[in-house]
Structures are given as C-alpha cells and as structure tokens.
C-alpha cells in the first residue's frame, strides 16, 4: 500500500506543479500557435477566399443575369417567347409528319 501512496503522490505533485518543463512550455506554443491560426489565418483565409468566390463566381452570375434579364424585358414577356417557339416547333413536326406521309402514299 506504501508504493500505492507514494505513487498517488508524486502523480499529485505532477499535476499541481507549477514548475515550466519543457513539455509544457511545448505545449503553450502549441497553444499560442493555434489561436494565432484559428483568430488571424483562419479569418484571412476565409476573406480571401470569399473575396475571390464573388470575383469569379457571383459578380459574372449576376451581371449575366442584368445583361439577360434587361433583353427579356425589352423583348417582351419570357413566356410569349416560349409559346411562339413551341408553336413554330410543333408546325414543323407536322409539316416534316405530312411530308413523311406524302412520300410513303407515293411510293
């Protein structure tokens, strides 16, 4: 029991310490190192790459999107456009159906 008590200790005096070693002063630095990444680095970083994710992405999508949306305005309704366009295609597929027919009666 006496190396039990003996043990518990020097394991107490250990964690109590208030001694620097040089596995905690190992530890502070590598503390240190992370709050300088995650408060200033990390911070840096995700302005950076929210700064460039408008400059390649957003500013292009939403200019785009004022160049279209102001000639659909001048155009006119988006939908008329659509049902012109459907109209035309479906007057072409029966002109090619009664051209295919025609040339089948014919032959």
């Known amino acids: ?47 950076l790459h929210d700064t460039s994710f408008q400059q390649k992405c957003v500013i292009p999508v939403s200019a785009l999107y004022e160049r279209h949306s102001e000639q659909v305005l001048r155009d006119g309704d988006l939908q008329s456009c659509a049902e012109l366009i459907d109209r035309d295609i479906r007057i ?11 040339k089948k009666s014919n032959s």
């Not at 518990?8 to 310490?17: A, C, G, L, N, T």
């Open 1 to 47: 029991m006496s190396h039990r008590n003996e043990l518990d200790q020097v394991v107490d005096r250990i964690f109590k310490s208030t001694q620097e070693t040089e596995a905690s002063k190992t530890l502070k630095e590598i503390e240190s190192n992370n709050r300088y990444i995650m408060n200033t680095q990390l911070r840096k970083l995700v302005e």
């Open 92 to 102: 072409i597929e029966t002109a090619m159906e009664l051209i295919k027919d025609s």
